[in-house]
């Protein structure tokens, strides 16, 4: 059904997708879980930064990256020069692309997930003994886990589809961060690569499908379980 | 016994100030909406931090802002049943119930409340593996005061306990928390806006009006002495006394109790509490409200009533509103009395008269495990837990 080639793309793309929602989870929680219970000076502008790849056309977002992270970025550089890391167009910045796009999603899904759960909770867990970092994973945690599940779908299918940053900040180099949007965007510009653009364009659509019903499915499931 | 010692805390533009001391088993927290009852509470669990003063339970500091002391709620050992219940809905009723073990074990705190003795007091064994949004307002509180009493707390809390359950439900909870509290002999502190529901469980008052301590002392005192707080009306107030079982007449479905100075109470059993094969010698403690007493000079043989107790009054307690007659039978009875009958009974201190009831109006409030040794009411100081034998 699909090519070699074309096999590749998608496990690589996978692979991005899996490895990029597991570092997006925790920083989404965490974030998360700030926003909704924390009053603080600046809370606006942090919100405001994190959405910032929600809103930009994922081409600024990628340029962004390229001048913070890249070989003569201002991080980037002094990344180089003193540990000899490189995050421009290889493995790595597809993952942190990935990861930048797609944390606006997750920690709106994880915030809303928190906010719906009354405060009190901590205070009974407390009275039942219980430090605030035991309430944070035994009551907060999972009473926002379908939440927090749903953010990560959401995660997910925003990596699978990343297009504009990955180009910018990882290039589009096959085998090593050629992703299923990319190679769609490649074969479009080649006159009777049509039959191998619809296979993956049917391919991610369903995916993409798939993930939507799982988010609204656990939604759904975040009230009502958070519903006494 | 728990002890507020000149505590002020402020919340916005709220300022409150408790000073009280009780060292009663039950103490009953009244007052209207906001006046800081449960402030109060969270307060003495720690939830909330006083600017000032100094907050005492079982002779152990909580709190002290001269020391710098500030023991924190997970430290406390108090137990809090709230308001909401606050079940965890992710968890089941077994979970719940057993939440706190974990940090009981951390804490080396002594397990002296065990499970099992919670699951069968409370009546909680069909429960035990269902989520808490497939309970009902009762059970959802049955379950709440078990969580917190598996905390082996040292005080409990309860925060308006009767809010989510119905009228019958009501009288199903206090009968729990009277058995929780002989059985457990853990002191309770309960806020209730219901006064009929207090006075069923204690007598001994906290009252709290515009954030402080208005009133700390029994009922019947604060009625007695026409110290009455406008919140109070005695009307409301509810006589308790306890009767040990004695015998069941089948042809009238009566059961007679003996009361400590061994003069007989007829009950009928309108609330299905009491079960034929009960052990002589049980328990049972009633209530009943002043206007359901009448007053006769002379025990007549040709009434429905079946309850005709002596008694000599021994003071008339007259108010702008309300005329009382306190009855002493061997226990002191409140009964309200019109003007028209003063005069007609020509009622002064020291008059012999009969306390007429219907066996009807005795409110059966709870039947305990076990034959006591009975005081006579709530209205004297003396702890009313003398137990003799248990079953």
Redesign the interface.
Known sequence: MFSTYEITVILLTLKVAIISTLFTLPLAIWLGWVLATKNFFGKLLVEGIISIPLVAPPVVTGYLLLILLGKNGVLGQWLFQVFGIQFAFNFAALIIASVVVSLPLAVRSTKSAFELI?P??G?????????KI?TFF??FL??A?PGILSGAVLAFARSLGEFGATISFAGNIFGKTQTIALMVYSNMQIPGKEIQVTRLVVFSVLISLLAIIASEYLNKKKKY???? | MIEFRSIKYSSGNKQFDYSFKSSCSITGIFGPSGAGKTTMF?LL???STPDSGEIILNRVTLYDNKKKLNI????RN???V?Q???????LTVQKNLL??S???K??KRKQSILLQDVIELLDLNDLLYQM??QLSGGE?QRVAIG??LL?QPSLLLLDEPFSSVDCSKRKQIISYLLKINYHFNIPMLIISHHLEDILKLTHQIVLIENGSVTANDYVFNLIKNGETPNLINPKKYQNTLFGSFDSFDKNDSVFTLLTANKSQIKVSNQSKLLSKDIVKGTKIQLCIKPDDIALSLEYSEEISLQNQIMGSVSQIIENETNLFCVVNCGFDLLVEVSQVTREKLLLHKGQSVYCLINAKYLDIVHVYNGVFELSNAYSTNTNQKRLITTN
């Open positions: 009354d009190d909770y205070k009974a867990s407390s009275s039942l003994g219980a430090s035991s035994r009551v999972p009473m886990f379980l958070i519903r006494q | 969270n669990s720690g939830l924190s709620a997970k430290n108090i137990g809090y709230f909401e219940n606050l079940l965890f809905p992710h939440f706190s974990l940090y009981l951390k804490n808490p949004r959802k969580r917190a905390s």
